[in-house]
T-cell receptor, first 112, second 110 residues
Framework: GEDVEQSLFLSVREGDSSVINCTYTDSSSTYLYWYKQEPGAGLQLLTY?????DMKQDQRLTVLLNKKDKHLSLRIADTQTGDSAIYFCAESKYSGNTPLVFGKGTRLSVIA | SQTIHQWPATLVQPVGSPLSLECTVEGTSNPNLYWYRQAAGRGLQLLFY??????ISSEVPQNLSASRPQDRQFILSSKKLLLSDSGFYLCAWSTGEELFFGEGSRLTVL
């Protein structure tokens, strides 16, 4: 079966790094995604990684994938108050054309 | 560039009333279209997805239905709403690895 697990809450101080973790169960997952949701808004695609990669960096965001342990993480460097949001991890077997399976989301609170 | 619109943004409906949420995509052709629901504390639940006009796959049995009358139009409907239908409904589209979401429609059933 497919299952994506995330911790529900994370609190960090402004300027620190945030690390949001995610585990998934489907070893055939091909793409793994991170989305950001601000209050009352839709989901914004932040980044995604193909399963044959173990790291992807995009400005302040670093995605690490441990395929053996089925563990995905999102690191946000120099966290800002504008980073406060819910972050969703998602996985897909083939591509975005296949419905994504989402975790329940991690609510990141940034303390000034 | 591609855009996705869904409406209405907010809806308050009595139990037993009908529902129609509409989603349209611009700037692309033959997208895969999706309806997700986000209920408090339950993450995102896939309700329906469509790979083409008139082709609808349902993920969860319920009193909701979906239709795709045109290539870039996806409609979520109900004949009689239940209290449990309250939530934040998100339409999304994809033509490849990336899935893009609309701004959502918040439905409150009283």
């Amino acid at each position: 079966g497919e299952d994506v697990e995330q911790s529900l809450f994370l609190s960090v101080r402004e300027g620190d790094s945030s690390v949001i973790n995610c585990t998934y169960t489907d070893s055939s997952s091909t793409y793994l995604y991170w989305y950001k949701q601000e209050p009352g808004a839709g989901l914004q695609l932040l980044t995604y990684i193909f399963s044959n990669m173990d790291m992807k960096q995009d400005q302040r965001l670093t995605v690490l994938l441990n395929k053996k342990d089925k563990h995905l993480s999102l690191r946000i460097a120099d966290t800002q108050t504008g980073d406060s949001a819910i972050y969703f991890c998602a996985e897909s077997k083939y591509s975005g054309n296949t419905p994504l399976v989402f975790g329940k989301g991690t609510r990141l609170s940034v303390i000034a | 560039s591609q855009t996705i619109h869904q409406w209405p943004a907010t809806l308050v409906q009595p139990v037993g009333s009908p529902l129609s949420l509409e989603c349209t995509v611009e700037g692309t052709s033959n997208p895969n279209l999706y309806w997700y629901r986000q209920a408090a504390g339950r993450g995102l639940q896939l309700l329906f997805y469509s790979v083409g006009i008139g082709q609808i796959s349902s993920e969860v049995p319920q009193n909701l239905s979906a239709s795709r009358p045109q290539d870039r139009q996806f409609i979520l409907s109900s004949k009689k709403l239940l209290l449990s239908d309250s939530g934040f409904y998100l339409c999304a589209w994809s033509t490849g690895e990336e899935l893009f979401f609309g701004e959502g429609s918040r439905l409150t059933v009283l």
